[in-house]
Nanobody
């Protein structure tokens, strides 16, 4: 059974940092593109960051550039999202996703597998 399990979310204050993790199991994800998306209440799920299988290509949403860093450890089948200087507008459920096509994409419909999400709440 393919699973992506996010962890590391929580309640923090503006300016704080969090590191989200996404552990993959059930298949080998080392060749997949891994992405992070988020969904705030009443809004559509939006792209945050994505990383190619070897880290050679990394994309960020404009809202994440300069504050968030995506990375992966293929030996551990885990992808990370380091989030610094958090803002109240970063409050959302954060999802990781895997795209088996190997092309880094910002489109959520390109991703084949999804986790259940982890809540990040940033208070002002």
């Amino acid at each position: 059974q393919v699973q992506l399990v996010e962890s590391g979310g929580g309640l923090v204050q503006a300016g704080d940092s969090l590191r989200l993790s996404c552990a993959a199991s059930g298949r080998t994800f080392s060749r997949d593109v891994m992405g992070w998306f988020r969904q705030a209440p009443g809004k559509e799920r939006e792209f945050v960051a994505a990383i190619s299988w070897n880290g050679g290509a990394i994309f960020y949403a404009d809202s994440a550039k300069g504050r968030f860093t995506v990375s992966r450890d293929n030996a551990k089948n885990t992808v990370y999202l380091q989030m610094n200087s958090l803002k109240p507008e970063d409050t959302a459920v954060y999802y990781c996703a895997a795209d088996a096509s190997h092309y880094v994409s910002r489109r959520r419909d390109e991703y084949d597998y999804w986790g259940q999400g982890t809540q990040v709440t940033v208070s002002s």
